[in-house]
């Protein structure tokens, strides 16, 4: 199992990963188990290139509720509908780090789709590469998870 000599923050990491993530951070476990030495410093690693929540997206997302919404409705306002796409789909916390760094850097930004786009991926909303790779039925999914989870160095 992936879990079981993982510590507690890659284990909480990898959990609050979209579905999808997640699913294909245990697909590409299974695939280099052998070659992996630190199980916990890979799934940091693998949660944050695959687009799970990224460490700075809980620290910069603290915005107010009501402060959050205002401003995702003004800077979306201003955007194509890819980006307003891509934004929606990115959890709840990264969307808030997106916008509260929107609102610092709003004066100098020149395209807004186009950094909307790059922020997400950076701050960890759902990655490309996860939806192609996270093609892992469920029941296998859960046991590749559980593996991953609970293996052993």
Not at 52 to 78: I, P, Q, W
């Amino acid at each position: 199992n992936l879990l079981r000599s993982v510590d507690p923050e890659a284990t909480r990491k990898l959990e609050a990963a979209p579905r999808q993530v997640q699913k294909a951070i245990v697909a590409k476990f299974d695939e280099e188990k052998g070659i992996i030495r630190n199980r916990s410093a890979w799934i940091m690693k693998a949660v944050t290139a695959e687009g799970g929540v990224a460490e700075s997206a809980s620290r910069k997302g603290d915005v107010r509720d009501d402060d959050f919404r205002r401003l995702r409705d003004n800077l979306l306002r201003s955007v194509d509908p890819e980006a307003t796409r891509k934004l929606e789909a990115a959890p709840r916390q990264v969307q808030k780090a997106i916008v509260a760094k929107f609102d610092e850097e709003k004066g100098i930004i020149r395209n807004r789709s186009a950094w909307i786009m790059k922020a997400v991926t950076a701050e960890g909303g759902v990655a490309e590469s996860a939806s192609r790779k996270g093609d892992v039925r469920d029941d296998d999914f859960r046991r590749l998870r559980d593996n991953l989870l609970r293996s052993v160095d």
